[in-house]
């Protein structure tokens, strides 16, 4: 699977978008982009996923550059529940859907 | 539905111990998989099952085995414990579709102390 890179900390006010980065520049034709969040210690948790077009669900948008090297998870009115590690991984649907976790971007949202 | 569920939350062991991490997940779920988490870092995968009667290992396998019996159950033992196995265990639980989502459902994780 290809590897991702992400900013280890940032901060986000509530109330606020939160856009956080994501690059993949390994990416490979048949990988979905997968976002997971895990608060404090719980268990992570699906947030989003794509594979070429922009996608929006409940929790967050997730913006694919044209060139898949790259994308932005956006949540568009953080709140202080949101405050969380979130993993970006990219994953094909073949061999077991396995997914690789690096270390992650710390969300703080601050009131 | 109670999703994927693990048994115990917490465990501390001595070492040369040996116990089993249960998991279950009722959601008819091929796949299962079993990650662990050190402090600070993100999970690493320790095994793996596509089916009942099938595993293969992941990133971390050295210290552990599996087994799947049954659909519903993937149990990880750790038959002789050492202080380099403290952390904390995910059990997980995925679809298998081809195409589209294949998000995976975690448990609330184990988390095991070896002394």
């Known amino acids: 699977d290809a590897k991702t890179t992400q900013p280890t900390s940032m901060d986000c006010a509530e109330g606020r978008a939160a856009n956080l980065p994501c690059n993949h520049s390994t990416i490979s034709g048949n990988e979905y982009v997968y976002w997971y969040r895990q608060i404090h210690s719980q268990g992570p948790q699906y947030i989003i996923h794509g594979l070429k077009n922009n996608e929006t669900n409940e929790m967050a948008s997730l913006i694919i550059t044209e060139d898949r090297k790259s994308s932005t998870l956006i949540l568009p009115h953080a709140t202080l529940r949101d405050t969380a590690v979130y993993y970006c991984?990219?994953?094909?649907?073949?061999?077991?859907?396995?997914?690789?976790f690096g270390g992650g971007t710390r969300l703080m949202v601050k009131p | 539905n109670a999703g994927v569920t693990q048994t115990p939350k917490f465990r501390i062991l001595k070492i040369g111990q040996s116990m089993t991490l249960q998991c279950t997940q009722d959601m008819n779920h091929n796949y299962m998989y079993w990650y662990r988490q050190d402090p600070g870092m993100g999970l690493k995968l320790i095994y793996y099952s596509v089916g009942a009667g099938i595993t293969d290992k992941g990133e971390v396998p050295n210290g552990y085995n599996v087994s799947r019996s049954t659909t519903e159950d993937f149990p990880l033992r750790l038959e002789l414990a050492a202080p380099s196995q403290t952390s904390v265990y995910f059990c997980?639980?995925?679809?298998?579709?081809?195409?589209?989502?294949?998000?995976?459902?975690f448990g609330p994780g184990t988390r095991l102390t070896v002394l």
């Open positions: 991984i990219v994953s094909n649907n073949n061999a077991g859907n396995m997914l690789t």
């Open positions: 997980a639980s995925s679809w298998n579709r081809a195409l589209g989502r294949n998000e995976q459902f």
